[in-house]
């Protein structure tokens, strides 16, 4: 059967029912079968799309009493929770109602499962909800498992693994969260991002409009106040990209080429040189002591 013989079909039934039929009322009225419609559409779904055609009553929002009836139903066919595509293959609705109250379909099993219990749905459903049960049973078994394989939890997944198609490289002399000064402001903030505790600061916000940053500054002992930051890649772009002054009360930037800037300036290039040197000289005065002679 051609999939122009089962649009029109598809069509006919419809105006005889008043309604887009169901997968089931078209095998009840018809012979196209399932087999047909998979091979022809993929899913009933599609083969409605196709007739310009929807489930669901035309709007009409579906009780849950009927959702949960009809995926109880696909799982007593098919012995186990269905997938998207099978759903859209063997049940009456959509996914879309389901989705839309439990956001993802792999939430669906348990939140039915609760509501059967909680409206007493579950003895009619008994081997549905027996076939759940053993899923999670399964799933619970496959955690346990990996956790055994990994110890404190740790997944295979989870750490760093090495790459066998580029090279290794020994540890970082300098330990700085950037290998190389930045080019752009999203380099400076990654930067200030790293560095903002030691600079004094303790980010609490971060957005795509003017101020970009919202922090909290240390301005004496045990006294702070909330800062507006705009980051810039140089000091002049606050300019060019037409900020109000007055909306922000200092710039972080990488260069600082605005001498007449009405704002404090945090310049990243001179600050990150200045905190190297602290920490070499500490590091200087450290191998010192550990190699001044004891006898």
Request: glycine fraction near 8%; proline fraction near 5%; aromatic fraction near 8%.
């Amino acid at each position: 059967m051609s999939r122009e013989e089962i649009v029109t079909i598809i069509r006919e039934l419809a105006e005889k029912l008043g309604h887009a039929p169901s997968h089931s009322e078209l095998s009840r009225n018809s012979k196209v079968t399932r087999r047909q419609i998979r091979k022809a559409f993929g899913t009933y779904t599609q083969a409605l799309r196709e007739c310009k055609l929807h489930r669901g009553g035309g709007g009409r929002k579906l009780d849950m009493a009927s959702l949960f009836a009809d995926w109880a139903g696909v799982v007593r066919l098919l012995k186990k929770t269905p997938t998207v595509l099978e759903y859209e293959q063997y049940g009456k609705f959509s996914i879309a109602p389901l989705r839309t109250r439990f956001r993802t379909w792999g939430m669906v099993p348990g939140a039915l499962m609760r509501l059967a219990a909680d409206e007493g749905w579950a003895t009619e459903w008994a081997d549905v909800v027996e076939i759940i049960a053993a899923e999670e049973a399964k799933a619970e078994h496959d955690e346990a498992t990996r956790d055994k394989e990994w110890p404190s939890g740790k997944r295979r997944s989870c750490g760093p693994k090495e790459m066998l198609d580029r090279p290794v490289y020994g540890p970082p002399m300098r330990r700085e969260p950037l290998a190389h000064g930045p080019v752009n402001e999203a380099g400076v903030l990654f930067l200030f991002g790293a560095m903002a505790e030691e600079l004094g600061f303790i980010v609490q916000m971060v957005q795509t409009g003017c101020p970009d940053c919202e922090a909290m500054r240390e301005v004496g002992r045990d006294r702070w106040q909330r800062v507006r930051i705009e980051l810039e890649y140089e000091s002049r772009n606050f300019l060019r990209h037409l900020h109000d002054a007055n909306e922000c009360d200092l710039i972080v930037c990488w260069e600082h080429n605005w001498p007449e800037c009405p704002l404090e300036v945090v310049e990243l290039r001179k600050t990150i040189g200045r905190s190297t040197a602290s920490r070499d000289r500490s590091g200087d005065r450290e191998i010192g002591r550990s190699e001044k002679p004891t006898g």
